[in-house]
């Protein structure tokens, strides 16, 4: 069963409509990514999710129900938004004993968390002291207090160095690995394609696809790019199957709409010397840019349209579809 | 609700406004009574002082720490409004999205804290008058004797005081236009009201607070034809905080928060 549920959630602020008619789930024990441009109503949908904005129209239930019912919200959902602030003069360890004591969760826990993103040296300090990073992680141990089933993270990235990026992608797989749910919004496609299982794209408030994130690269043909010493020869035995393939230099071949697996058979068939060969596109950019041109909504939900060429057809570095499982 | 209380208290403590707010207001009463005590042990009595050492005399002294009324005041609308301007509000609200106990637990808390503030001041009141008085070589600044007249009253204004500023801040959102607001009508707005138009005078919260804590029944200056009977005082104080909450609750608190 679904953790979320939206559906034909809509939100007005005045006579602008932030949010129109979105529906998605979000399923348990996967990540899944909600992404889109900036402004396309990803704060407002999450926000409403955990009843800090009201709907205009529609619902945004957890488990069943509305977040305001929830009766340990803590327990059940851990949220890192942004603009969520720290009172200046209060030290991470407060902080969080003050959210501790709010949800009626043990004082213990605030040093458990506080270690969990690695802020137990610094735990005394003020948090105005704190880089954007360091909020960023307080927010994160905030979020995990109550050791809940559903993370919903705005943006969680922003402010994160490299480093801190990638210790936050094994964080949201470890976390999801346990079989919760994660939520991530993120207008970083090529990042969130890093870490996400499922994707849910919106663009102007409304949905523009969702499913799981190989479904939905695999309906974006890509191309092979191949280095051989044989470049003309490869060139004919691909034209003789149909396929057009460009120089992009005097040894690498680009067989555009091709995959591997249509490359790599006729390549064994006729014994030409390959050195190298990726596939490249079909990538998150691709996908949303192909969706977003076709008008926002064409694609409805549960897409797993046709050339759904499954996970492994694009596992190359470069390929913004590479899977981290 | 109880967790939610302590969780304000412990936000209170956790706060370095707080203690700024409670030692200013303590100070800011010892040195008034400092002053008071000077003057009404110079040879000449100042016109309007009791005699020192009286009953009077050692009740309006005491009474003084009631100026930190105005401090808890500006704790209680922080207590609130400090959470909008900080951003912490969204924190808050996703542990509790029951709003409305948010609220009510500032209000208990910012009492509990006025309380406090009371408490606060009057030792310093009692060890500033004691000293001074020592200084001055006047024979009795012990004012401990009043604390039986005084305290009780002082104590509930000091909280009430507390329990408006959070109601307040419930309302308002804004902490600085909240404090401004505040301020400007208890210490200059209410006595020129109470100059045009006494029976209005009476009902406003300065006036209210007044019929049941000492600092005026020492002095006797104000006549008590225009003041409300002391039960009557501190249910007109409660009611300002308590309707502001409501109305806050039902409106500001109530809107989206982005």
Known sequence: ?325 | MTRLVRAELLKLRTTKVTWVLLAVGAVTAGLLAALVVVRSSTAAQQAGLPLVGSVAWRRLVLGLSGVTEYFALVAGILCVAGEYRHGTITSTFLVEPRRGRVIAAKLGASGLAGAVFAIAAMVVVISVAAGTSAAERAATGNVVPALPAVAPGLILATALYGVYGAGLGALLRNQVLAVVIALSFSLIGESIVTDLLPQVGKWLPDAAAASFSSSSQAGQIQGSAHMLVWWAGGLVLLAYGISAALVGVMTAVRSDVT
Not at chain 1, 125 to 140: H, I, K, N, P, Y
Not at chain 1, 161 to 172: A, H, K, N, T, V
Not at chain 1, 290 to 301: D, F, I, R, V
């Open chain 1, 1 to 325: 069963m679904a953790v979320v549920e939206v559906r034909r959630l809509t939100k007005r602020f005045g006579r602008v409509t932030a949010v129109d008619e979105l529906s998605f789930d979000v399923e348990p024990g996967r990540v899944t990514g909600f992404l889109g441009p900036n402004g396309a109503g990803k704060t407002t949908t999450l926000r409403i999710m955990l009843g800090l904005v009201r709907p205009t129209e529609g619902s945004a239930l957890i488990g069943g129900v509305a977040y305001r019912d929830l009766r340990h919200p803590a327990r059940v959902v851990g949220a890192v938004l942004e603009a969520s602030g720290f009172h200046p003069s209060r030290s991470a360890r407060d902080h969080l004993g003050v959210v501790a004591t709010t949800a009626g969760i043990s004082r213990k826990r605030v040093d458990e968390v506080l270690a969990m993103v690695g802020l137990s040296d610094v735990a005394g300090r003020a948090v105005g002291g704190f880089s954007l990073g360091m909020r960023q992680r307080l927010e994160l141990a905030t979020a995990l207090l109550g050791d809940p089933e559903l993370l919903v993270l705005d943006e969680p990235a922003n402010g994160l160095d490299p480093q801190g990026i990638s210790w936050l992608r094994g964080l949201l797989r470890w976390l999801s690995s346990q079989g919760r749910a994660v939520l991530v919004s993120s207008h970083l496609l090529a990042e969130a394609a890093q870490t996400v299982d499922d994707v849910v794209i919106v663009a102007g408030g409304r949905l523009a696809a969702s499913g799981p994130l190989a479904e939905l690269t695999g309906r974006v043909v890509g191309s092979v790019r191949i280095r051989t010493p044989e470049a003309q020869r490869l060139q004919g035995v691909l034209a003789g199957a149909g396929i057009t393939a460009h120089y992009e230099s005097h040894d690498v071949l680009v067989a555009d709409g091709a995959t591997p697996e249509v490359v790599g058979p006729l390549v064994a068939a006729q014994g030409v010397v390959v050195y190298e060969m990726t596939s490249s596109g079909g990538s998150l950019e691709d996908v949303f840019l192909a969706l977003t041109a076709s008008g926002p909504g064409a694609s409805g939900p549960g897409a797993s349209g046709p050339g759904a060429s499954g996970p492994g057809a694009s596992a190359v570095p470069g390929g913004g579809s590479e899977m981290v499982r």
